[in-house]
């Protein structure tokens, strides 16, 4: 069925790629990870330590195959995923219960690649830069913010929101 994400659309997605589905089988966000994929392998990066854990540990869901014929490449979504704004049958269901441990699995065929979360400037820099492009992508400094968010990130929202102040200018 079509739900409602981040693109503001009613969408029911698809991907070709079994561990890219995978990586949707837990409730997650931008904040969590930076993905994005390297030769075709969903690459992650966490956005925290030990975030994989924090998301997938104890998780399981259920993979569903589709017929690809209904579905289509939309620039509104990112360019591994495709879409349909219908309802679509599903054709075989495939339970995971330890997502975790699937998962694993995947990075150890080299399906997925993970980097855990580093403190060397390079990595923090690339994970301070995602992380602000979807606190302001996604408006969030323009109501209450998460708490989660707060938490995880306080030095990133204290410092945005005193530039969004104007005292800077």
Same mark, same amino acid.
């Given at each position: ?22 990586? $949707? ?26 975030? $994989? ?6 998780? $399981? ?76 992508? $996604? ?31």
């Amino acid at each position: 069925m079509p739900r409602e994400s981040t693109h503001g659309a009613p969408y029911v997605y698809a991907t070709q790629s079994l561990a890219m589905a995978l990586l $949707f089988g837990a409730k997650k966000d931008d904040f969590d990870f930076l993905m994005d994929e390297e030769n075709g392998r969903p690459r992650l990066y966490e956005c925290y330590p030990d975030a $994989f854990e924090q998301v997938y540990a104890h998780e $399981f869901c259920s993979v569903y195959e589709v017929d690809g014929n209904l579905f289509a490449r939309h620039d509104a979504v990112w360019h591994a995923e495709y879409i349909a704004e219908s309802p679509v049958p599903v054709l075989k269901e495939t339970k995971v219960f330890d997502l975790h441990g699937q998962l694993m699995e995947e990075i150890s065929r080299g399906h997925l690649i993970l980097h855990r979360y580093r403190t060397n400037p390079e990595y923090k820099r690339k994970i301070a830069n995602h992380i602000v492009d979807r606190l302001i992508r $996604f408006e969030v400094l323009d109501g209450e913010i998460p708490q989660k968010l707060l938490d995880k990130f306080p030095l990133i929202i204290q410092q945005l929101e005193d530039i969004l102040t104007g005292r800077t200018l």
